[in-house]
Every structure is written in C-alpha cells, then in structure tokens.
C-alpha cells in the first residue's frame, strides 16, 4: 500500500509513454497542416492563370485590362468563346483573389419575354453559373465566379476551372430548348 501523496513510478512510465506518442503525433500533424497551407492558392498571377486555363483544355489567350493591368483571358470552350478578367488583384506581378468567368451569346436581334423567361428559367435550376441579358446590346449571357481569398487547393481551383466549360454547356442547352418551337 501506498501512502498519501506517492504514486506508481509503474503507472508514470505508461503515462510518460502515452503523453510522448501524443506530443510526436500531435507535432506530426501540425507538420502536415504547415504542408498543405503551403499548397494552398489565394491569388492567382497572368501566368498561373493562363497555366491553370491550359491544363483545363481551355485555349487561353492572355491579355491585360487596359486601365488596371490585370489579367484578363480570352478562351474557347468547345465551340463557345468566353473571357476571364481576374479581380481584386495586388502586388507585383499582379495576383488576383477573384476570377470571373462569362460567355455573351449575340441574339441577333431584340430581347424579349421569352429571353428573359428563359434565363429565368436557368438561374433557378442551376447550382453553378448565372445567366443574364443584356437587353440595350442585344445578348444574352452566363457567368462564373470563382473565389480564392482566404485559399483553397490547386485541386479545388482545376476542378472550378474545369466546371465552366459545363456552364456554357448547360446554358446554351437551356436557351436553345426555351426557344424550340417559338
């Protein structure tokens, strides 16, 4: 029997055991964290953006907006031309938090109800992508937004990137199936 105040050297051992697999695992995984932070993507420069446009198939051609100099990408998806101006871009070269992707569609002739109602009708089907018209040019349109402030993974980026060519897909098809038969 032990007297008050003592304890088990026994006991200690384990507990010193235990208490340094822990400290080990513990300073592993803060290692780890410190990795993956270190892969995360919160801006974007003309040149990764391009890289990133590429890798999805998207033909970009890089331009650079006349009053800021930020990035902006001229792109084909498909057989739908489409543009990418980055925005709240800083530093030198410019890198950029937020990229808008967006396709504008000649009607070829004046707006109406049925465009309107079309478009509505997308807006409130689909998850990715927000279509519009633009009634004084004469268009109607889609667009994407892609957000990188606060970081996110180069697989989470690619997989966004790639997603726009299916929101040009889907708009197109739900324009021309709103306007069958009219």
Known sequence: MMA????SLRGAKVMTGIFLKTILAATAAFALAGTAQAENIGAVTAQELEAALSEAGLNPTMLADAASGAPVANGRAGEFNFFVRALDC????????TLLFFANFDLGRTATVSDFRVVDNFRDGQVFGRAYVLEKQDKVGVDYVVELGGGVSKEHLSQNISRWADVIAAFVEKFQAGHEGS
């Open 4 to 7: 008050a105040g003592m304890f």
């Open 90 to 97: 800083s530093g030198t070269p410019l890198a950029c938090e």
